[in-house]
């Protein structure tokens, strides 16, 4: 009997792509598990990250004209976990939205006393057994009032 | 005239090149975009504080992660990715009074010459602070102070998205 069914197949199909496709499937699986793209992690960014307080300050250059300072000082709170953060006549108790209300406030004053963004310099003073979580938390707080130089300062 | 119909194996077999085509396309994209094998020496134990705002860094290659927890002392134990190897950086060795941390931050930010404005100073340095959400300024401190004694003036602070905010 003649196979000529079977005999067609072979002419027209071509290479036998089932185990390109095989390893090429298993290539694709290892690289979408193993690779990390978007992650859970992000940076806030500082250009100024430190500035020195006091005697240990370098002496600016002749005709240097220094930026509106605006300091932020954070205390740990008395009960434990969570901070205090006063700046001039503001006082906030732990919660970073308030905070940052509070800084909009101030900047938009100091905005329209003449004093652009860009020439404000917030310094946060921080105690030194403040937890770092919440130094961020106002790191974060001023960003998020659009202050443009946010730096540490020496601890108190 | 005699028209040509599909061929027995197309009848027979699914057609598997459109699948190839898009099985290939994603490779190539997903070799593309995937870091694999790539460390930056961040230490994933870490537990790193959250916050909503947050921006992303392009360029890894031009930085060093700094990861800062409380040591042995009330001192801070940093680490960092120096030569291929994931090692501690003294703020002061004690054996021999190297500060370690601020010869290394210096070498890469100032280049070989150790000085600054001259040719092979590195502008663009960054460092990325990796610090535990529970330890103290007292800590962060020196850390931050090395890296301005140092020259660098592009500091980043790691952080998780989104997540809870202290208050908020």
Known sequence: MRLKGAKAVHYDSGPNMTPLVDVVMVILIFLMLAGSFVGAEHFLVSNLPFSEKGAGASAPPAGFIPDEPLDIRVDPRATGDGFVASAGQIRVDNNQDALTTQLIRMRKQLNAAGKPTNQIQVKINPGKNVKYKHLIAVYEAALRADFEKVAFATSH | ?168
């Open chain 2, 1 to 168: 005239m005699r028209k040509h119909g599909m061929p027995e194996a197309h009848a027979a077999h699914p057609n598997v090149t459109p699948l190839i085509d898009v099985v290939m396309c994603l490779i190539i994209f997903f070799m593309l975009v995937a870091k694999i094998g790539v460390s930056t020496g961040a230490d994933q134990k870490i537990k790193i504080p959250a916050t909503i705002r947050g921006t992303e860094i392009k360029d890894m290659g031009n930085t060093l992660t700094l990861n800062v927890q409380p040591g042995p002392l009330n001192q801070p134990f940093i680490t960092a990715l120096v030569k291929d190897d994931v090692r501690e950086l003294k703020l002061v060795d004690p054996t021999n009074g190297v500060r370690q941390l601020f010869v290394e931050l210096s070498h890469i930010r100032n280049g070989r010459d150790g000085k600054l404005g001259t040719k092979d100073d590195n502008i663009d340095f960054k460092v990325i602070i990796r610090g535990a959400e529970d330890m103290p300024y007292s800590i962060l401190e020196p850390v931050l102070k090395t890296c301005a004694e140092a020259q660098v003036k592009n500091v980043n602070f790691n952080t998780r998205r989104g997540g809870e905010v202290a208050g908020g």
